[in-house]
Each structure stands twice: as structure tokens, then as C-alpha cells.
């Protein structure tokens, strides 16, 4: 699958996660497709803007000190080097992982623009990096590929990667080929890991908020990005202590919403607030 591999770029944390494990591998992907609408802006703006207009969160985080050792204990939890996070975010020119690059003068997935895009190169497997609903593409046979931080079909829709936890007490991961239904579609390769336990400083004063960006920040797109690595790649290793997890779970389909406050500080509370 990966030499025919082609990226559905859209500027966002997953992204940028995707694109660091491309580097480490040193991996290039067959094409990028990069979703802008810029409108009049010149396109140099346009694109350092979105950068920090939709990195906002991560790049806020990374420069308090408070949780700068708990981003690096996160990556090398998941076998990355600690610099992990901070190479992610520092814009790296698409040029480096692809030769083949298309700016698409649109954010609408499913808009006649995107899709002839799609259709120069119809028989590549497209991974989507976004969180919008496709139609138009799927009635083109086009294969597009999407990393779910869930378990599927126990874990679907939203906020996946804290519903994982709850219901199974660990992280998950599955990539399958997208369908018009959400979370659903043939399924390549699904993951189990155990999740970590880091010390985050002052715990108990950080808001909620904080600490749900935080998570969607570094914990739900390392997740993504460790799946990807492993199986779309196929870099796993076996010795990895990470994949000493083996769960029986029944295949019950279920479909959640997102998780309460009182809930999602519960679970970010196991993983990141260990002594």
C-alpha cells in the first residue's frame, strides 16, 4: 500500500504528526493534495497563517515550560525521539515529502475541484487527515484511507481516543477504507496499546480545556501517527513493549458522542497525572 500511497493534506496536528514519522522513515508519499482556501491572500500568507491559525493549540503548549518534559516523555513512550513534537511543528515545506504537490483553491471535500484532483491520479490509496464527511469523492471508486483513534466497530465517532480508554482501558487505533457511512468501511489493520502513565505538573490547576487541547494536541495524533507507522508503513517491531497488549473484545458496534467534562478529566487524570 505505502508506494502508492498519496496525502490528503489538510493543516492540523495529525498532519504534522503523519509528516515527522515521514521524515524519520524517510518516506515520501506517491502525492500530496493540500486543501487552502486563500481566497486573495498572497500564497506564501496564506499558508504560514493557516499554519498557525489551525497548529494554534500545540505550538501554545510547546512554548510553556510546564509541559515540556511531559511532550517529550510522550514521544519517547511511543518509541519517538523527544524532539518529536517540536520537529512536528515547525512547518517543514511539503516539497520534503512529496514530489508530486497540488494546492487545491478549496476546503470543500466534496466540491467538483477536489474531486478531478483526486481523479489525475484515481488509482493511489489517499490518506485523509481531515474530519469531514466525504460523498461526492466515494462515488468515483477513489480509496481513501483514514487512521480512527478507536477500536472500531467498538469505538466510533467522536473524541475516540478517550472513549478507547474508557470502555477498554487502553489506547486503540484502526485505519480502514472510508465509506459515506461515519466510521465504517473495510478495515485494514487495527492496534491495541498500553497507554502511558507521564507526570503532567500542576495537574490538579489546569483547567479542563487545557487539557483536552492538550490530548487532541499530542496524545490522540501520536496515536494516529504509531498506527500509521506500524501498518501503513510497516515499521513495526515486535520487541516494542508497546505491543505486548493482546484484548479479546467482542465486535459490539458502538457509536458515541463527545465525552463530558467530568469524564474526559477522569481519563487524561490515569494517563497524565501519575506519580
Given at each position: 500500500m505505502?508506494?502508492?500511497?498519496?496525502?490528503?493534506?489538510?493543516?492540523?496536528p495529525i498532519s504534522r504528526c503523519y509528516?515527522?514519522?515521514?521524515?524519520?522513515?524517510?518516506f515520501k508519499f506517491n502525492k500530496i493534495i493540500v486543501l487552502e482556501n486563500k481566497k486573495f491572500i498572497p500564497n506564501y500568507i496564506s499558508r504560514i497563517y493557516n499554519f498557525q491559525k489551525m497548529n494554534y493549540y500545540p505550538l501554545l503548549f510547546l512554548k510553556n515550560k510546564t509541559y515540556e518534559d511531559t511532550t517529550k516523555k510522550i514521544a519517547d513512550y511511543f518509541s519517538y525521539p523527544e524532539d518529536?513534537?517540536?520537529?512536528?511543528?515547525?512547518?517543514?515545506?511539503?516539497?520534503?515529502?512529496?514530489?508530486?504537490?497540488e494546492f487545491v483553491n478549496t476546503d470543500n471535500i466534496n466540491s467538483e475541484i477536489f474531486v478531478k484532483s483526486l481523479l489525475k491520479k484515481k488509482?493511489?490509496?489517499?490518506?485523509n487527515t481531515g474530519k469531514k464527511i466525504y460523498k461526492e469523492p466515494l462515488n468515483h471508486n477513489l480509496k481513501i484511507l483514514h487512521?480512527?483513534?478507536?477500536?472500531?466497530?467498538?469505538?466510533?465517532?467522536?473524541d475516540a481516543s478517550l472513549w478507547n480508554m474508557e470502555k477498554l482501558n487502553c489506547l486503540g487505533a484502526t485505519s480502514f477504507l472510508m465509506t459515506k457511512k461515519i466510521d465504517e468501511g473495510s478495515i485494514v489493520s487495527k492496534s491495541f496499546y498500553n497507554y502511558p502513565r507521564i507526570k503532567l505538573n500542576n495537574f490538579a490547576n489546569i483547567e479542563i480545556k487545557?487539557?483536552?487541547?492538550?490530548?487532541f494536541s499530542f496524545i490522540d495524533p501520536i496515536i494516529r501517527s504509531r498506527h500509521f507507522d506500524d501498518y501503513i508503513l510497516e515499521s513495526k517491531s515486535e520487541e516494542n513493549n508497546l505491543f505486548n497488549l493482546n484484548k479479546e473484545v467482542d465486535d459490539k458496534n458502538e457509536y458515541f458522542s463527545f465525552m463530558d467534562n467530568t469524564n474526559v478529566k477522569n481519563i487524561i487524570r490515569r494517563v497524565l497525572n501519575s506519580d
Open positions: 505505502k508506494k502508492d500511497l498519496a496525502l490528503i493534506f489538510f493543516e492540523n509528516l515527522q514519522v515521514c521524515k524519520l522513515r524517510n518529536f513534537f517540536t520537529s512536528s511543528y515547525k512547518n517543514d515545506s511539503l516539497y520534503n515529502f512529496a514530489n508530486d504537490i488509482n493511489l490509496n489517499y490518506l487512521i480512527h483513534p478507536g477500536y472500531l466497530p467498538n469505538i466510533r465517532g467522536a487545557e487539557l483536552y487541547r492538550f490530548w
